[in-house]
């Protein structure tokens, strides 16, 4: 059994080393589900084959020692050199490849059901939701909120809220869903979603926006022009860059755009059943639904809600809305 963990081992460390440099998206969720699962069986060999055995065997050694202190005492010899008790140490040793396989999983089952189920982290690698979330916030994402859901295949089993304009949601990309997301509901199914000339209407009412001092981005040094915005009940911040035009570019065929239109102003949209229309808060510096199209609820991975740390700056910790 040793040679085969080494070999798991190994390509376990293939796999790390090839998603590390970019020689394939790796999915942390699978590879989870598998260590689980292999975790689960040297548990349950370790459990009830080789544990036992190793303790036959150190039980047996202690019964022979004894046969052999006992005939040497009928002999007259009551002075025996010799202690097995190092002996039958060692016999009960787990061995390394127990220690980093059946030892481990009791820590990755735990992972696991908590990443599943409860709640997951992320880092947020671009300035898509700027100014709610920087470049760099790793934040919590609540699993449950929307629903139970199998890991892996992202099924839905037990319902619970559905998205609401205003969240902040991690999705898994439609156009690759190996790549997760984050953005906020804009549209939620049935609405009609309008963004005219850089401004936001939901079923042919204007968003509530009020102008906000000028924000200073650090990443890119450059101002752009600072909103308070409120969707529904929940009021956030967005930008938008006067230097950029109002027309969506490069937008591309995706399921449903005959339900989306495009001018030279914006687009207008009406969500379908079952899906959600995202956009990032960073407006001009954002692909999102504008441009790929609609989320599926099963594409739904949960509601972001807390930046647990920013090693730039440890002033971002806290909720956002």
């Known amino acids: ?96 490849w127990l220690d980093w396989t059946a030892g481990l999983f009791p820590v990755i089952l735990a992972v696991f059901l908590l990443r599943s189920f409860l709640f997951e982290p992320f880092k947020i690698p671009s300035g898509s939701m700027i100014p709610t979330l920087l470049v760099g916030d790793l934040i919590l994402v609540n699993k449950f909120h929307y629903g139970i859901r199998l890991p892996v295949i992202n099924k839905k089993i037990i319902a619970n809220n559905d998205p609401q304009r205003g969240d902040v949601v991690v999705f898994r990309y439609p156009v690759d869903t190996r790549v997760d997301y984050i953005k906020r509901v804009v549209g939620v199914p049935g609405d009609e979603v309008a963004y005219i000339n850089k401004r936001l209407t939901i079923n042919g009412q204007p968003v509530p926006v009020s102008p906000l001092p000028d924000f200073y981005d650090e990443d890119s040094r450059r101002y752009a022009q600072h909103f308070s915005e409120k969707l529904g009940d929940k009021e956030h911040q967005v930008l938008n860059d006067k230097d950029r035009p109002a027309f969506i570019p490069g937008a591309h ?69």
């Open 1 to 96: 059994m040793g040679p085969l963990t080494g070999v798991l081992y190994g390509l376990l460390g293939i796999y790390l080393g090839g998603w590390f440099l970019g020689f394939w998206v790796g999915n942390f969720a699978l590879l989870l589900f598998v260590l689980t699962m292999v975790t689960l069986g040297y548990w349950l060999a370790e459990r009830f084959r080789f544990q036992p055995a190793r303790a036959a065997a150190a039980a047996a050694l202690t019964q022979q020692d004894a046969v052999r202190r006992a005939e040497l005492s009928r002999m007259g010899i009551e002075k025996v050199d010799g202690d097995v008790a190092d002996a039958r140490r060692k016999l009960l040793m787990q061995p390394w």
């Open 253 to 321: 065929e995706f399921p449903f755009s005959d339900q989306c239109s495009y001018t030279a102003e914006g687009v207008t949209c009406k969500v379908p059943q079952g899906h959600y229309f995202m956009m990032g808060d960073n407006r001009d510096n954002s692909q999102d639904s504008r441009y790929w199209g609609f989320v599926p609820d099963e594409n739904i991975v949960g509601k972001a809600f807390f930046v647990w740390m920013n090693f730039g700056n440890l002033g971002r910790v806290g909720s956002f809305h």
